[in-house]
């Protein structure tokens, strides 16, 4: 990681701006986690930063604005999911596992972990609106791949929307149980999950 001189003047102000914004980012997201948001202070990442307070409020309006701006970041990464499916040669069912093993990197990760455990319940007012409507699209993105699957026979005929919830609902869940020294990673857990999902629990001869 590229070292922050935080008091050092540059001749790139824009470019030291951008990684101190950042640092900032990459530790409140870490604090978020793995302490909490509402346990985290501004006092605690400006401490943990080495600089006062003050000097936090040129990059965020405050904590809940720090949030958001985490969560930005894990929404751009969830549109990488959203790339990776698209560009997979294949069928619905194809779509979905390249998705959710994307997904699944994303959400484990201490951005993904503070978008799912802190963000979905603590911002407020336009901020929950508009991650609101975000995570309304990806369900709109996902019900459509479903579709595609039904449509092309490599998923049975189902209700989308209630297998988007189940799909969802299954790996936004890891942040609180993913062990990153366990033996399996993320990609390999969610082709474990989505066999669970796509064949059931139900033994072969049963």
Known sequence: MTRIHWHKKTKDAKGQQKLKRRAMLNLAAHSFSTVGYKQTSMDDIAAALAVTKPALYYYAKNKEDILMQCARISLERVELCFTSAKEVQGNGLDRIRVFFRVYA?????????????EARRNLTGENQKNLRQTMIDGQNFLESIIAEGIKDGSIRDCDSKRLAHVLFSAFNQMPIWYNPKGPLNPESIADEMLELIIHGVGAKNT
């Open 105 to 117: 990197n994303m959400v484990v990760s201490e951005f993904g972990s503070a978008l799912m455990r």
